[in-house]
Nanobody, 124 residues
Framework: QVQLVESGGGLVQAGGSLRLSCAAS????????MGWFRQAPGKEREFVAAISYSSGTIDYADSVKGRFTISRDNAKNTVYLQMNNLKPEDTAVYCCAARRTGWASRRFREYDYWGQGTQVTVSS
């Protein structure tokens, strides 16, 4: 069965960095677009970043542009989110998602599989 497992979350001070990983199994990873979304308590799910199946298209939310970097290693069936200069407002549960069509999207409804999420907490 398809599984997406996030790791790398934790507690970090403002200005610090974290790298999230999402390991995929049960799918042909190299044909799927991958995305990162986050949700903080009391807030709606928010798009963070997405990458197409071949890394030809990369998209970021304005709130993270210049600070976060999404990348993928198709040989390892893994997508990463490097988060630098973290801010308290980045605190959320971060989930990775996989999209069959292979094209990057900001819409969570267009993704087919989801991980369970990993908590990122940024203290001020």
């Amino acid at each position: 069965q398809v599984q997406l497992v996030e790791s790398g979350g934790g507690l970090v001070q403002a200005g610090g960095s974290l790298r999230l990983s999402c390991a995929a199994s049960g799918l042909t990873f190299s044909t799927y677009a991958m995305g990162w979304f986050r949700q903080a308590p009391g807030k709606e799910r928010e798009f963070v970043a997405a990458i197409s199946y071949s890394s030809g298209t990369i998209d970021y939310a304005d709130s993270v542009k210049g600070r976060f970097t999404i990348s993928r290693d198709n040989a390892k069936n893994t997508v990463y989110l490097q988060m630098n200069n973290l801010k308290p407002e980045d605190t959320a549960v971060y989930c990775c998602a996989a999209r069959r069509t292979g094209w990057a999207s900001r819409r969570f409804r267009e993704y087919d599989y989801w991980g369970q999420g990993t908590q990122v907490t940024v203290s001020s």
